[in-house]
């Protein structure tokens, strides 16, 4: 996964003496700045290096233009937080990492989700910029040809959608009952599994019903960013 991020150009390096020391990336979400990984070698701590990488990608932020910039944070990294927060950013959401389904009447919440297709990326961006305040339909359109796309059909077309139920998808529900559907119709959960917010009691709900939580994040950002209004489950890059 680091290769076509080098590719890129859009990682950075801490290097002394020809050795490198740390690694650190930040990609462009439509406008958007987002950052990680971010990894320093554990015989360099206490040298700066973390700072000179965060240092350099919130550089290029800056350079790119972007007026927000965010990373996701373990929440157990606490010395973390506070390397971020000297560069100005903000813890503004929580989330656990859920895999499984929960327990229930599945014909309840099974009729609506069906597989997105390219005619629904136009409706699934709109709802981004709506409900995020930014344009992820690259992502849309990659989720849709890997097949892990999913959308709630509404009265006038998509009403919710999801770009992964996983670490590097994000998911776009107008309340529990259509992000249950997404839940249920979901091929498989990526990584440690979807990034569920703890602040609605969602997170509690589900865990109630035999969904297991692997671990903890929080979104922190610098600049603007808009709460979203619906239930939001955020990619690992935010």
Known sequence: AIAPIIASGSAVVAEVNGEILGFGAILDLGGVGSIGPIATRVDAEGRGVGTAVVGALVQRAKDSGWESVRLMRAT????????????????????????????????????????????????CVALSRLHLGFDRGSEIERSIEEGFALVVEGCDGPRSYSAGLGFLG?????????????????????????????????????????????????????????????????????
């Open 76 to 123: 157990y990294q606490s010395r973390a937080a506070r390397l971020y927060e000297r560069f100005g950013f903000v813890a503004r959401a929580t989330f656990e990492a859920l895999r499984g389904v929960p327990s229930g009447d599945p014909s309840r919440h099974a009729t609506l989700a069906r597989p997105a297709v390219a005619q629904d990326v136009p409706i």
């Open 170 to 238: 994000h998911t776009v529900a107008r309340d529990v009952t259509d992000f249950e559907m997404l839940v249920r119709a979901a091929r498989s959960f990526g990584g440690l599994g979807y990034l569920c917010p703890t602040e609605s009691g969602l997170a509690d709900s589900l865990k109630a019903r035999g969904v297991h939580s692997t671990a903890g994040y929080e979104l922190m950002v610098r600049g603007s960013w808009i709460r979203p209004e619906p239930i939001y489950c955020p990619s690992i890059r935010g």
